[in-house]
């Protein structure tokens, strides 16, 4: 259980980290331009995969202990699909 929430806290402080960086004004990254909530949106929905997803969850235990704590190479891929979504669907209706 530990092990589990170890992996949590730190996907959380990973993406705050993030998110940080990524709104301020001139950073060139993917949330430059949205509001606050559009950005904590969009980056809590990523996250969210991370940590609630017990088949992404499970897949990314299994490779840490099998690669020495490497992530895993297509970790990233739902996450990334379920952010973009919900960034279009920010799109659609804040008109972004």
Same mark, same amino acid.
């Given at each position: 259980?530990?092990?589990?929430?170890?992996?949590? !806290?730190?996907?959380? %402080?990973?993406?705050?980290?993030?998110?940080? %960086?990524?709104?301020?004004?001139?950073?060139?990254?993917?949330?430059?331009?949205? /509001?606050?909530? =559009?950005?904590?949106?969009? !980056?809590?929905?990523?996250?969210? !995969?991370?940590? /609630?997803?017990?088949?992404?969850?499970?897949?990314?235990?299994?490779?840490?202990?099998?690669?020495?704590?490497?992530?895993?190479?297509?970790? =990233?891929?739902? /996450?990334?699909?379920?952010?973009?979504?919900?960034? %279009? %669907?920010?799109?659609?209706?804040?008109?972004?």
């Amino acid at each position: 259980m530990d092990t589990i929430i170890h992996y949590i !806290v730190q996907m959380m %402080e990973e993406a705050q980290l993030y998110y940080i %960086e990524s709104i301020k004004e001139g950073s060139k990254l993917k949330y430059e331009g949205m /509001t606050e909530n =559009e950005a904590l949106g969009s !980056v809590l929905s990523h996250e969210a !995969v991370h940590c /609630t997803d017990i088949n992404e969850i499970d897949a990314d235990l299994k490779y840490e202990s099998k690669h020495g704590r490497h992530p895993r190479p297509n970790r =990233e891929d739902k /996450t990334k699909e379920i952010e973009d979504k919900i960034k %279009e %669907e920010l799109k659609r209706l804040c008109g972004m």
